[in-house]
């Protein structure tokens, strides 16, 4: 078990810079999230997949966030024109096939500093 | 999903059992109760779930109260590296967990 994988670690970007990462989901999982975590808080949902369609997404995601997974394995969440407010903890997680009460397995998070 | 009361910190002594409490009266009838923590710096790690019945596994147990209105995660020996912040969410399915702020707890030595 490989676990659910993030690249980069730590990203530190200028305000105004887009920025992309990248998840690498537990490889028999069809669903896949995005969460984002700001210091002292519990992780809040972004956006969710089953296979390659995005079934959901948060008000939290602005039109600066996007994220795809095109062919149903890895997924990339872009962030366009950086703020210093989106500096924060982005995490994946995955689950797999099965009941909707399977549960979810985190990466360990791209940290997102905007300067 | 059901709304989850915590206590914001607990304190355990290494070696003893740690019993983290959460409140979920509003929780309905087909909602899983689950439990994650987070080690700082680290993502979160699923520990446990469970509908109606007490659940055991390798990490810890759930007691559920007979009117699932509450339930207590017990962690039996716990060890330093039990020190995280523990989750509770009860939740129907998993496209929907919502996280509160957690219970940080301290295992001291």
């Known amino acids: 078990d490989t676990g659910v994988s993030q690249d980069p670690r730590h990203k530190i970007t200028k305000r105004g810079q887009n920025v992309t990462f990248r998840c690498d989901p537990i490889?028999?999982?069809?669903?896949l999230y995005w969460y984002r975590q700001t210091l002292g808080q519990g992780p809040e949902f972004l956006t969710y997949f089953q296979n390659e369609a995005q079934l959901e997404k948060s008000r939290l995601l602005s039109d600066r966030f996007s994220a795809e997974r095109p062919k149903g394995s890895f997924s990339t969440l872009e962030i366009q024109r950086t703020e210093q407010g989106d500096s924060a903890m982005y995490l994946c997680?995955?689950?797999?096939?099965?009941?909707?009460?399977?549960?979810?397995?985190f990466g360990n998070g791209t940290r997102l500093t905007v300067t | 999903d059901a709304k989850t009361t915590q206590p914001t910190s607990m304190d355990c002594a290494e070696g003893r059992a740690a019993n983290l409490p959460c409140n979920h009266s509003t929780i309905s009838g087909n909602e899983y109760v689950y439990w994650y923590r987070q080690i700082h710096s680290q993502g979160p790690q699923y520990i446990i779930h469970g509908l109606k019945n007490n659940e055991t596994n390798e990490m810890a147990s759930l007691i559920i109260t007979e009117d699932r209105k509450s339930s207590t995660l017990i962690l039996p020996h716990a060890t330093l590296r039990d020190t995280a912040v523990y989750y509770c969410i009860g939740l129907y399915n998993n496209n929907d967990m919502r996280f509160g702020a957690g219970t940080r707890l301290t295992v001291k030595p």
């Open positions: 490889s028999e999982h069809n669903r």
């Open positions: 997680a995955s689950s797999g096939m099965g009941r909707l009460s399977s549960p979810l397995h």
